[in-house]
């Protein structure tokens, strides 16, 4: 006796919804790159190694800065906990050299 096998026909209904837009920061990097040097550029793989690089330091600055608001009992992440977050993750020269640079720009956006 062979059992029969029932064969579902119910059709699998599949939404065709929008995907969530990867976020990158290639156009911000090559603006910062033809500002530096107008004739250099960079191929579509060194993108995305900067690209990955400029996306996990944002990611650890940012938890190390909510992590600071949490310890201090505080409900807004300020730019006094944001500066504190790079000099904590950031080698102790380049922290100097990325604090100086923000705020050289903050001063002249400010203008």
Do not use: H, W
């Not at 209904?13 to 790159?33: C, F, N, Q």
């Not at 190390?64 to 020269?93: D, F, H, M, Y």
Request: a positive charge.
């Amino acid at each position: 006796m062979a059992k029969a096998t029932k064969k579902s026909t119910t059709k699998k209904v599949t939404k065709k919804g929008t995907r969530k837009p990867k976020r990158s920061y290639a156009v911000y990097i090559r603006r910062v790159l033809k500002s530096q040097k107008s004739k250099l550029t960079l191929s579509g793989r060194t993108m995305k190694v900067v690209n990955s690089f400029v996306t996990d330091m944002l990611d650890r600055i940012a938890t190390e800065a909510g992590a600071l608001c949490r310890v201090n009992k505080k409900r807004t992440l300020g730019s006094r906990e944001i500066q504190t977050a790079v000099r904590l993750t950031l080698p102790a020269e380049l922290a100097k050299v990325s604090l100086g640079q923000a705020a050289r720009t903050m001063s002249k956006a400010s203008n």
